[in-house]
C-alpha cells in the first residue's frame, strides 16, 4: 500500500524571480521533490471591468497563465520531475494560501522579488505575506543581486 | 577514473530553546539534507546581551555587575543545553556533518550576519506562530 505522498507548492507567476525559485528547487530539492507530488500553482488576479469585457479579458488571462504553468511544466521535466498545473482566480497572496491550505501542502516554495521595506509598503509582498498566513513551512527563495 | 565529488553545501539553521526550532531542525534533517550533496548543517545559537531590561509602565532598571555575571554564566548554560540537544536531533537522523556556533547579540542580526558570512545554500528557521500583539511585545520589550 502506497504512503501517502506529500505536496509541494511552488507559487508562479510571470517574474523572474519565481522562475529561478523554481529551478533552485529543482536543483536542491531534487531528492525531496522526486517523492512528493510536485503542484505548479500560479493565481489569475481578478479583474475589474465592465461585465461585457471582462469575460473576454478574464479568458485572455486564464490562457496566459495556463501557458505559463506549461512552461514551468516543461522546466521540471527537464529535470526529471513531473508537475502538475493548479490554477485559481483572486489575489496571489490569498489564493497562495488558501490553495495550500485546502491541498494540505506540506511545503511551500515562493520566489521573492528582493524590494526594499517602503517598496513593500506601496507594493506589497506575496512572500511576506504567505511567509506570516500560511499553516505550513514555507521556502523563499532570493535571487543573488 | 576520477570519482565526482559531491558538492559541498551548508545549510544554516537557527536554534533556540523552543520546541519550534527542533522542530524545524528535524524538518531540515529529512527534507533538505541530501546524499546527493556533501552536507554541513551548522547550529547557530544567538545568546541574547542583556544590561538593562525595561518593564511594561517604562521604568528601566540596570543590574549590578554580580547580577550580570551570573546571568551571563546561566546563559552560557542554556545555550549549552540547547545546542546538545539539537546535536542529539542530528545523530539520531544520521550521518550528517554538524557546526556549532554561539554567537552573542539580537537573534535577528546575529543570524543575518551569520547568513551573509557563511554564505548557505538555505537559511532554516522555526516560527513561533505569534499573532500581531504578542511580536509586538516580543520585539519591544525585552
Same mark, same amino acid.
Given at each position: ?37 510536485? +503542484? ?6 481578478? +479583474? ?98 | ?15 533556540? &530553546? ?16 541530501? &546524499? ?95 499573532? +500581531? ?10
Amino acid at each position: 500500500m502506497d504512503k501517502k505522498k506529500e505536496v509541494v507548492m511552488v507559487g508562479m507567476d510571470d517574474s523572474e524571480c519565481s522562475h529561478y525559485a523554481l529551478r533552485w528547487a529543482l536543483q536542491n530539492l531534487g531528492q525531496t521533490l522526486s517523492r512528493s507530488h510536485l +503542484l505548479l500553482f500560479s493565481a489569475q488576479p481578478l +479583474l475589474e471591468f465592465t461585465v461585457d469585457l471582462i469575460n473576454d479579458l478574464q479568458e485572455n488571462q486564464r490562457k496566459a497563465t495556463l501557458s505559463l504553468l506549461a512552461n514551468a511544466k516543461e522546466i521540471c521535466a527537464k529535470h526529471g520531475i513531473i508537475g502538475e498545473m493548479a490554477t485559481e482566480v483572486g489575489e496571489p497572496k490569498e489564493a497562495i494560501c488558501k490553495a495550500a491550505e485546502k491541498l494540505d501542502i506540506q511545503l511551500l516554495i515562493l520566489g521573492s522579488h528582493g524590494r526594499g521595506a517602503i517598496q513593500r509598503a506601496f507594493l506589497g509582498s506575496v512572500s511576506d505575506y504567505c511567509v506570516h498566513n500560511a499553516k505550513c513551512p514555507v521556502l523563499v527563495v532570493k535571487r543573488p543581486a | 577514473m576520477a570519482d565526482v565529488v559531491a558538492k559541498q553545501r551548508k545549510i544554516l539553521v537557527a536554534v533556540d &530553546e523552543s520546541e519550534e526550532s527542533m522542530y524545524a531542525l528535524s524538518w531540515c534533517l529529512k527534507n533538505v539534507v541530501s &546524499e546527493n550533496y556533501n552536507d554541513t548543517v551548522v547550529l547557530l545559537y544567538a545568546k541574547p546581551i542583556r544590561s538593562a531590561y525595561a518593564t511594561l509602565d517604562g521604568t528601566g532598571y540596570f543590574f549590578s555587575s554580580e547580577v550580570v555575571a551570573t546571568m551571563e554564566s546561566y546563559n552560557k548554560e542554556m545555550a549549552g543545553s540547547d545546542m546538545a540537544k539539537a546535536k542529539k536531533v542530528c545523530n539520531d537522523f544520521g550521518e550528517v556533518e554538524v557546526e556549532k556556533r554561539v554567537e552573542n547579540g539580537d537573534a535577528r542580526d546575529v543570524i543575518c550576519r551569520a547568513a551573509q558570512e557563511l554564505g548557505p545554500v538555505v537559511l532554516v528557521m522555526g516560527s513561533h506562530g505569534y499573532g +500581531l500583539i504578542k511580536t509586538y511585545f516580543q520585539l519591544y520589550s525585552f
